[in-house]
Nanobody
Framework: VQLQASGGGSVQAGGSLRLSCAAS????????MAWFRQAPGKEREFVAGCNWVGSSTVYADSVKGRFTISRDRTRNMVYLQMNSLRPEDTAVYLCAASRTASAGSSRTAYRYWGQGTQVTVSS
């Protein structure tokens, strides 16, 4: 399974971006999905996740109320709507497919990883 993230870019603080993650096959339709991010010199951190049908979501405290994860199982797509962006949101954002139908915050729970897309937020 290949995951390809897109939609990153450069925005000013307070702006919005919508990231997309496309899966090469429909094998992720029964898997939980998540977005992680990694800033230079920092560890990869969990951002948001949803279960296999998208009915249950979980967010890092730092993005609650600003980011929304969603998925379209028919199109093998996962999205991350990011609003009210802050400079500290600057990072490479990666999508990941869970080993199970649920999505948690631990990196070890994820089997497939995409290459990521750069998000840069300027003040």
């Amino acid at each position: 399974v290949q995951l390809q993230a897109s939609g990153g870019g450069s925005v000013q603080a307070g702006g919005s971006l919508r990231l997309s993650c496309a899966a090469s096959r429909n094998t992720i339709s029964n898997n939980g999905m998540a977005w992680f991010r990694q800033a230079p010199g920092k560890e990869r951190e969990f951002v948001a996740g949803c279960n296999w049908v998208g009915s249950s979501t979980v967010y890092a405290d730092s993005v609650k109320g600003r980011f929304t994860i969603s998925r379209d199982r028919t199109r093998n797509m996962v999205y991350l709507q990011m609003n009210s962006l802050r400079p500290e949101d600057t990072a490479v954002y990666l999508c990941a497919a869970s080993r199970t139908a649920s999505a948690g915050s631990s990196r070890t729970a994820y089997r497939y990883w995409g290459q990521g897309t750069q998000v840069t937020v300027s003040s």
